[in-house]
């Protein structure tokens, strides 16, 4: 998986994570205070990362397709089992190496 177009780097450490399976390294990511919204509902993004990458469905993403706003908005694809590969846009705020928001759902 080549994430060569991700310039942020805490956003680019967060795919690494997330495909790697390294939740510790994700941990380091987030905060009690990290926003997470998934698909127009506010959820944990612990539960989410737990359930989709570290957990039952094992997802990846399998490619970076484009980046905007510095690199914290990336478009890519993600594949699992359960829902075979849809087309994703994942958007971050990032402040002092930490995910501060994360909107992910459908472009």
């Known amino acids: 998986m080549n994430y060569d177009k991700i310039t942020n ?3 680019k450490a967060a795919f690494v994570a997330w ?5 510790a390294g994700f941990l380091n990511l987030i ?31 399998t490619a970076i397709h484009d980046t905007e706003n510095s690199g914290q908005s990336v478009f890519a694809s993600l594949a ?7 087309e994703v846009l994942m958007r971050f705020e990032v402040a002092d ?3 501060k928001t ?3 759902g459908r472009p």
């Open 31 to 61: 905060s009690e205070d990290t926003e997470f919204i998934h698909n127009g509902e506010q959820e944990r993004i612990i539960d989410f990362a737990d359930q989709f990458f570290f957990g039952p469905l094992n997802a990846v993403f």
């Open 80 to 86: 699992s089992e359960a829902t075979g590969t849809v």
């Open 9 to 11: 780097e805490t956003v």
């Open 102 to 104: 994360l909107k992910a």
């Open 19 to 23: 495909n790697d399976k390294d939740r």
């Open 97 to 99: 190496g930490r995910i």
